[in-house]
């Protein structure tokens, strides 16, 4: 009977210790680019519902820091939108909708209009000056031209980095 007991313990022993990790590649494995994905604010942009059935863009935008972290990168994506179009566009403090638009975040020259290709998409990216926040309210706006830069035609709220 104790040897029974003690060929089952060895074996229960000779189990375990096959199943352990030593000497194995670690199953997850953490990168420095990593490190910027808990700092990178995201948005989806579409258009206002007072433009149903006439503008229907969409899209998305990002905002995360320079390598350095001295100075923050935005990035966007429109789709839908009328080819050839020209559309300037920036990030603002405050909330789209709302009369909380506290200003453009930098300066207006970092955001260069977005042209608008034959298949209705654009893309467009700006470097800001200033270190990417880490709280508040922030928001992406397009507008309908330059000739009418009061008429926003895609927006979207940026949703701070989770923590």
């Given at each position: 009977?104790?040897?029974?007991?003690?060929?089952?313990?060895?074996?229960?022993?000779?189990?375990?210790?096959?199943?352990?990790?030593?000497g194995?590649d670690?199953?997850?494995?953490?990168s420095?680019?990593?490190?910027?994905?808990?700092?990178?604010?995201?948005?989806?942009?579409?258009?206002?519902?007072?433009?149903?059935?006439?503008?229907?863009?969409?899209?998305?935008?990002?905002?995360?820091?320079?390598?350095?972290?001295?100075?923050?990168?935005?990035?966007?994506?429109?789709?839908?939108?009328?080819p050839?179009?020209?559309?300037p566009?920036?990030?603002?403090?405050?909330?789209?909708?709302?009369?909380?638009?506290?200003?453009?975040f930098?300066?207006?020259?970092?955001?260069?209009?977005?042209?608008?290709?034959?298949?209705?998409?654009?893309?467009?990216?700006?470097?800001?000056?200033l270190?990417?926040?880490?709280?508040?309210?922030y928001?992406?706006?397009?507008?309908?031209?330059?000739?009418?830069?009061?008429?926003?035609?895609?927006?979207?709220?940026?949703?701070?980095?989770?923590?």
């Amino acid at each position: 009977m104790c040897t029974r007991r003690t060929v089952t313990l060895t074996v229960a022993l000779l189990a375990l210790a096959g199943c352990s990790s030593s000497g194995r590649d670690p199953v997850v494995e953490v990168s420095a680019q990593d490190a910027t994905l808990n700092t990178r604010w995201h948005a989806n942009l579409a258009s206002p519902t007072s433009l149903a059935g006439v503008v229907q863009m969409r899209g998305s935008a990002s905002m995360a820091p320079s390598a350095d972290g001295s100075e923050t990168n935005v990035t966007l994506t429109l789709a839908n939108a009328s080819p050839g179009g020209l559309h300037p566009w920036a990030v603002h403090r405050g909330q789209c909708g709302t009369a909380t638009d506290n200003g453009v975040f930098g300066r207006n020259e970092a955001y260069k209009a977005l042209k608008v290709g034959d298949d209705g998409l654009a893309d467009g990216a700006a470097t800001v000056p200033l270190t990417t926040p880490r709280t508040g309210g922030y928001f992406v706006v397009v507008y309908a031209s330059v000739a009418n830069p009061e008429t926003v035609v895609a927006c979207g709220n940026l949703a701070p980095p989770t923590r």
